[in-house]
T-cell receptor
Framework: NAGVTQTPKFQVLKTGQSMTLQCAQDMNHEYMSWYRQDPGMGLRLIHYSVGAGITDQGEVPNGYNVSRSTTEDFPLRLLSAAPSQTSVYFC??????????????FGPGTRLTVL | DQQVKQNSPSLSVQEGRISILNCDYT??????FLWYKKYPAEGPTFLIS?????DKNEDGRFTVFLNKSAKHLSLHIVPSQPGDSAVYFCAAAGNTPLVFGKGTRLSVIA
């Protein structure tokens, strides 16, 4: 199993540009989520999904869109990048039920810089 | 308003001694608590968890204690090893998605 994969690893954008951060998992997890990590702020939830076709907002959703057309993929779209979106982005997944509920597997992260 | 608080941004411990990382929460609806470990340039990895029906869970050198009345949990690492040097995040879940604390950077000095 590759686990949770994220692409790209690094990205530099100019203000106003758009882009999509890719996330895929091969563990058949129902739950997928996106976090951003900023210095001194911990991990903050952007959006999450409990299954294909179902998404919901987390703590900091503004400026981001998501969709979940398949169980495996959960892309994060930045509509018009702003310097405040400079951060490290992590995708995570887990089962929704059972003993391993909430034990999320994280991808390696995407480091995004917006100039 | 922070629902999960890790009030110590950093902690230094000598190799072989005990490391104690603390976490406080405010939401009484939280019923499951987890600790994650994060090395630089990597994603967080799950370390250990505890349900609110327990007050202790042990896994090798790692033990998590939960005090529901005080809304406090702690992670004990005994004995601490240099490879334990990382950022540790406390997380809580209940009727909401996981909420993370800001993390504590642990340095284990040889």
């Amino acid at each position: 199993n590759a686990g949770v994969t994220q692409t790209p690893k690094f990205q530099v954008l100019k203000t106003g540009q758009s882009m999509t951060l890719q996330c895929a998992q091969d563990m058949n997890h129902e739950y997928m989520s996106w976090y951003r990590q900023d210095p001194g702020m911990g991990l903050r939830l952007i959006h999450y999904s409990v299954g294909a076709g179902i998404t919901d907002q987390g703590e900091v959703p503004n400026g981001y869109n998501v969709s979940r057309s398949t169980t495996e993929d959960f892309p994060l779209r930045l509509l018009s990048a702003a310097p405040s979106q400079t951060s490290v982005y992590f995708c995570a997944s887990s089962h929704l039920l059972g003993a391993s509920y909430n034990e999320q597997f994280f991808g390696p992260g995407t480091r995004l810089t917006v100039l | 308003d922070q629902q999960v608080k890790q009030n110590s941004p950093s902690l230094s411990v000598q190799e072989g001694r005990i490391s104690i990382l603390n976490c406080d929460y405010t939401n009484s609806m939280f019923d499951y608590f987890l600790w994650y470990k994060k090395y630089p340039a990597e994603g967080p990895t799950f370390l250990i968890s505890i349900s609110s029906i327990k007050d202790k869970n042990e896994d090798g050198r790692f033990t998590v204690f939960l005090n529901k009345s005080a809304k406090h949990l702690s992670l004990h690492i005994v004995p601490s090893q240099p490879g334990d040097s990382a950022v540790y995040f406390c997380a809580a879940a209940g009727n909401t998605p996981l909420v993370f604390g800001k993390g504590t950077r642990l340095s284990v000095i040889a």
